[in-house]
């Protein structure tokens, strides 16, 4: 029996994104094969950090900033991992400098024990960082189980956009986008899930464009955060799903429209085109103008539209489930670190 695992997770680790779910569904699963989980506070984790206490902690990048003070500490039974969900020198905001961000994030990267990376990208990227501690992939699962694919009309485009609309997920250029090149000869409808709250001011400007344009308004339905168990309507009312961000550590919104069988266009960000065999499942664009591009001539085109949906449902999706993921993470961890007695 191993002894527990505490989760440093930050407080909003409620609100719909993919670490907090990802988080909630690896820690079930993880107490499903066994192994004694905890969810601690920042706070709880700094006392627990100074005073040097025996135990596995694994750490959500979102409090690094809450957690500062243990830079200048070297404890010897407190063993961390860093969780990576995002680092933020992947996708530089705008103004921001990749280097300046890869200097800030360099004193955590040699401080943590070990990682966790939720997929083999970010694996990659944290060795091209020179980090030479211990690095345990454990992609997320899926409790998805379709038992046949749903009954879909390809006579008209319905596509899906799963995205927070924050910076990273390239809504507003791809709206943009929509202004200048759509018709209205073109007939389709675009649903847009994801929160509004983490960058406002971002979120107010991509429903300033849909409101001020009559086709937007027309053909684009902004729906804000939905519960993540009634996700699987708008996955079975669309027969498209569409990605623009610049940067998926993952993917998991990709992972689920494989799951549904949809096809995909993405544009090629990280992780992204991990999800999909260009040509069978989808397609991946160098950028967001080659894939607008080619989503309107399948809009204009409903035959070549019909032809990869079909297309699209020969190959099914193949992921492990939460359950074969943990058991994956604690077989991992078992193969890199030892126990102190």
């Not at 988080?23 to 506070?41: D, F, H, M, R």
């Not at 955590?108 to 960082?129: E, H, I, P, V």
Request: aromatic fraction near 12%; proline fraction near 5%.
């Amino acid at each position: 029996m191993h002894p527990p695992w505490y989760f440093v997770l930050p407080k909003e680790r409620n609100q719909p994104s993919g670490g907090n779910i990802y988080n909630k569904y690896i820690i079930q699963a993880l107490q499903q094969v066994g192994q004694s989980v905890e969810v601690i506070s920042a706070d709880d984790y700094l006392q627990a950090v100074f005073q040097d206490q025996t135990g596995i902690y694994w750490v959500d990048t979102l409090v690094l900033e809450s957690i500062q003070e243990v830079l200048s500490l070297s404890p010897s039974q407190a063993h961390s991992l860093l969780i990576v969900h995002h680092l933020e020198s992947l996708a530089p905001a705008k103004g921001q400098s990749a280097e300046k961000l890869r200097a800030q994030e360099e004193p955590w990267l040699n401080w943590f024990n070990g990682f966790l990376a939720t997929s083999y990208f970010t694996k990659d990227y944290l060795r091209q960082r020179e980090v030479s501690q211990p690095i345990v992939v454990t992609e997320p699962g899926t409790n998805i189980s379709l038992t046949a694919t749903p009954k879909r009309s390809t006579e008209k485009v319905h596509a899906l956009m799963v995205a927070n609309l924050v910076e990273r997920k390239g809504i507003l250029p791809w709206l943009q986008w929509l202004v200048e090149n759509v018709s209205t000869r073109d007939q389709f409808a675009l649903t847009i899930t994801g929160r509004l709250d983490i960058e406002p001011v971002y979120a107010q400007q991509c429903i300033s464009v849909i409101k001020d344009h009559s086709l937007l308004l027309k053909y684009v339905y902004l729906v804000g955060s939905q519960p993540f168990n009634q996700m699987t309507n708008f996955y079975h009312k669309s027969n498209l799903f569409i990605s623009v961000a610049s940067m998926e550590t993952f993917g998991m919104a990709l992972q689920e429209a494989r799951v549904y069988q949809l096809p995909i266009l993405t544009t090629d960000g990280g992780n992204s085109a991990y999800h999909l065999t260009s040509g069978q499942t989808g397609y991946v664009f160098s950028n967001l103008t080659q894939l607008g591009s080619f989503f309107l001539d399948l809009i204009r085109k409903p035959t070549e539209f019909t032809n990869l949906y079909e297309r699209t449902q020969q190959y099914p999706a193949s992921y492990l489930s939460w359950k074969q993921t943990a058991s994956e993470l604690v077989q991992q961890f078992d193969q890199f670190f030892t126990y102190a007695p």
